[in-house]
């Protein structure tokens, strides 16, 4: 319990969103319509710090991106799509990249292409299929 300046609660206060809002403003010592007076903003502000926001400091887009293949699942893709192009599996090696990129939250933008590579694959695979019976 904090009696330092005059300030008798406790802080941080436990599971203040579980309190209801009068049982609030009797833990923080304050009126609902009329708050704190300047002289108690001052207090709590010295003994507390300013209500301030702390920027901080913002990656780079890189930073972001690298940060999503920092995952062990992501590896094993890199993993099977590079064993994919190595054994000639193209359209496997493709999806699996896709698969990769999606990780990055780029879904708006590969949505599209996705839909469209499935598609183009699955008539290439048709088309491969059916002249393998014609032969």
């Not at 009329?34 to 001052?42: Q, V």
């Not at 008539?123 to 014609?134: A, E, Q």
Request: net charge positive.
């Amino acid at each position: 319990m904090l009696k330092e300046q005059n300030i008798a609660f406790e802080y941080p206060i436990k599971k203040a969103s579980a309190l209801t809002v009068e049982s609030l403003l009797k833990t923080l010592l304050t009126d609902k319509d009329k708050g704190i007076s300047d002289a108690e903003a001052s207090k709590r502000s010295a003994k507390f710090g300013l209500n301030i926001y702390k920027s901080q400091k913002q990656k780079s887009i890189w930073q972001m991106v690298l940060e999503q293949f920092n995952s062990p699942i992501v590896y094993l893709l890199f993993l099977e799509a590079f064993a994919s192009l190595y054994f000639k599996n193209n359209i496997e090696a493709i999806t699996i990249f896709m698969v990769i990129l999606i990780n990055f939250n780029m879904k708006k933008i590969i949505y599209c292409f996705l839909i469209c590579l499935f598609t183009f694959s699955g008539l290439f695979h048709l088309s491969m299929g059916s002249k393998l019976y014609v032969n």
